[in-house]
């Protein structure tokens, strides 16, 4: 079993920056990856960014660039740094992992096994 704990959303205008932190407790071993999942009321959810326990990323078009996934292993936390944030990135942010991938991610994905509570993030224009 593993816990995920996130913080750091909030309400910033357009431009600005955000820095989400992600908490994690339990096993969580070399194969697995460890990511970022935003949804939108009433519309799918999005995989943001992915990071493998090796440190390889995976980025959402629409964020390249502008967002930074990172991990201290040692604390076992994730981050995602957000810069220059447009109102479309308002969303419910979510940290997650999964195992048994192999060490692999396949992308910015958007399925994952355990999950965080999530934390808003709202972006003005």
């Known amino acids: 079993q593993v816990w995920l704990v996130e913080s750091g959303g909030g309400s910033v205008p357009a431009g600005s920056s955000l820095s989400l932190s992600c908490a994690a407790s339990?096993?969580?071993?070399?194969?697995?990856?460890m990511g970022w999942v935003r949804q939108v009321a009433g519309k799918e959810r999005e995989g943001v960014a992915s990071?493998?326990?090796?440190?390889?990323?995976s980025y959402t078009g629409s964020v390249k660039g502008r967002f930074t996934i990172s991990q201290d292993t040692a604390k076992n936390t994730l981050y995602l740094q957000m810069n220059s944030l447009k109102p479309e990135d308002n969303a419910m942010y979510y940290c997650?992992?999964?195992?048994?991938?192999?060490?692999?991610?396949?992308?910015?994905?958007?399925?994952?096994?355990?999950w965080g509570q999530g934390t808003q993030v709202t972006v003005s224009s």
């Open positions: 339990g096993h969580i071993g070399l194969g697995w990856c």
């Open positions: 997650a992992a999964i195992g048994d991938l192999g060490g692999a991610c396949y992308g910015a994905r958007s399925e994952y096994k355990y």
């Open positions: 990071i493998t326990r090796g440190g390889v990323t």
